[in-house]
């Protein structure tokens, strides 16, 4: 059974830092990984998705890596700002089209 | 483009009570996704659909029932709802996977809060 785990759990940040957030898995076998981005109270947003092929994707200050041989992505944020206060997921999608999701970070920026 | 719509956003229900919630998506997207999400979990799959006339269980298909008639409307049934079902409800949906592996996101709706009381 594929699982997925994030860490840290939390994390509070000064505006302008950069950080990264840690993501998972315990069966390589996956088609994709997605970054998700979730506001309180609101559904979610896809940030960057990989495909198992590739290593890494970029959107504007996000940047998303992937080593399906050891189970790991992180999502690196530049710059950071208050409005990156959010929680973020990760999920990889497996066979049967099932997504899997880890328990998110929630990230705080502080101006 | 509205993208995926739910309705309601909010519900109380009473134990033993039955409800539908609603999703539709206006992408024609063939995929569509129910999950639900406890306080500061992930999110986890109840059932999903492949296109019209198909669906699937996921991995807590339990006490619910999903039918898909047209490539627009998911519904999830609750048919006797338990305290346990107190959750928020994602619907999704997503252009089809191809055999190679390449997928397009999932696209999500915001949401139906649910309480059973």
């Known amino acids: 059974k594929q699982e997925v785990t994030q860490i840290p759990a939390a994390l509070s940040v000064p505006e302008g830092e950069n950080l990264v957030l840690n993501c998972s898995f315990t069966d390589s076998a996956i088609y994709n990984l997605q970054w998700f981005r979730q506001d309180p109270g609101k559904g979610l947003t896809s940030l960057l998705l990989i495909q198992s092929s590739q290593r890494e994707q970029t959107s504007g200050r996000l940047n998303a890596s992937l080593d399906k041989s050891s189970g790991r992505s992180t999502l690196y944020i530049a710059a950071s700002q208050p409005g990156d206060s959010a929680t973020y997921l990760c999920?990889?999608?497996?066979?049967?089209?099932?997504?899997?999701f880890g328990e998110g970070t929630q990230l705080t920026v502080n101006p | 483009n509205a993208g995926v719509t739910q309705t309601p956003k909010f519900r109380i229900l009473k134990i033993g009570q039955s409800m539908t919630l609603q999703c539709a998506q206006d992408?024609?997207?063939?995929?569509m996704y129910w999950y639900r999400q406890d306080p500061g979990m992930g999110l986890k799959l109840i059932y999903y659909?492949?296109?019209?006339?198909?669906?699937d269980k996921g991995e807590v298909p339990n006490g619910y029932n999903v039918s898909r008639s047209t490539t627009e409307d998911f519904p999830l049934r609750l048919e006797l709802a338990a305290p346990s079902q107190t959750s928020v409800y994602f619907c999704a949906s997503s252009y089809s996977r191809s055999p190679q592996g390449g997928n397009q996101p999932q696209h999500f709706g915001d949401g139906t809060r649910l309480s059973i009381l």
């Open positions: 659909s492949v296109g019209a006339g198909i669906t």
């Open positions: 999920a990889v999608l497996t066979s049967g089209s099932r997504l899997t």
């Open positions: 992408m024609n997207h063939n995929y």
